[in-house]
T-cell receptor, first 109, second 114 residues
């Protein structure tokens, strides 16, 4: 079992829909990241969380430390949101980044 | 946030050859990380490169296959040696942010080995 699990693996949405991507982890963490990877391969950091909730534009990230769970929400989704979204945690025995396998999001016009 | 560039952005190489990937950062950093992302997989840390010392490799990665240079605080190279099709991946360099937990990534190098 992976230490960081994401669901769903693939997600197709219509433009304007509200989207939720989930991340569960099994190790103690110092921080959790949500990353966005576009088809070219480059990765952009969206959020870093250690508690509570953060909002940036149409993106919202929440984390529940007790339940070891985080969610990334996208409101009013747009085709340009199409990308792979990756959850990663600083944790485990080494405190290095541990990555989930990503969620491939396709937003159709 | 830091600006990180990588060269080349992509390459197609023949089996048995080697490719050196460059990573340039616009600020001085002590630690740089090299990751590999195989098709459909999550990122895997190859090694941590500290300026002035030997790189620290993760389990499953060895210096003979992935030699790393770190000549100064803004630059690093990763060489993929004696390539095989299994080395076809995206290779990314990364640096920690000022708080220690933030992470900035380069644009990646997409390598295809034929």
């Amino acid at each position: 079992k992976n230490e960081v699990e994401q669901s769903p693996q693939n997600l197709t949405a219509q433009e304007g829909e509200f989207i939720t991507i989930n991340c569960s982890y099994s190790v103690g963490i110092s921080a959790l990241h949500w990353l966005q990877q576009h088809p070219g391969g480059g990765i952009v950091s969206l959020f870093m969380l250690s508690s509570g909730k953060k909002k940036h534009g149409r993106l919202i990230a929440t984390i529940n430390i007790q339940e070891k769970h985080s969610s990334l929400h996208i409101t009013a989704s747009h085709p340009r949101d199409s990308a792979v979204y990756i959850c990663a945690v600083h944790g485990g025995a080494t405190n290095k980044l541990i990555f989930g396998t990503g969620t491939l999001l396709a937003v159709q016009p | 946030s830091a600006v990180i560039s990588q060269k080349p952005s992509r390459d197609i190489c023949q089996r048995g050859t080697s490719l050196t990937i460059q990573c340039q950062v616009d600020s001085q950093v002590t630690m740089m990380f090299w990751y590999r992302q195989q098709p459909g997989q999550s990122l895997t840390l190859i090694a941590t490169a500290n300026q002035g010392s030997e790189a620290t490799y993760e389990s499953g990665f060895v210096i003979d296959k992935f030699p790393i240079s770190r000549p100064n605080l803004t630059f690093s190279t990763l060489t993929v040696s004696n390539m095989s099709p299994e080395d076809s991946s995206i290779y990314l360099c990364s640096i920690p942010g000022p708080g220690g937990y933030e992470q900035y990534f380069g644009p990646g190098t997409r390598l295809t080995v034929t």
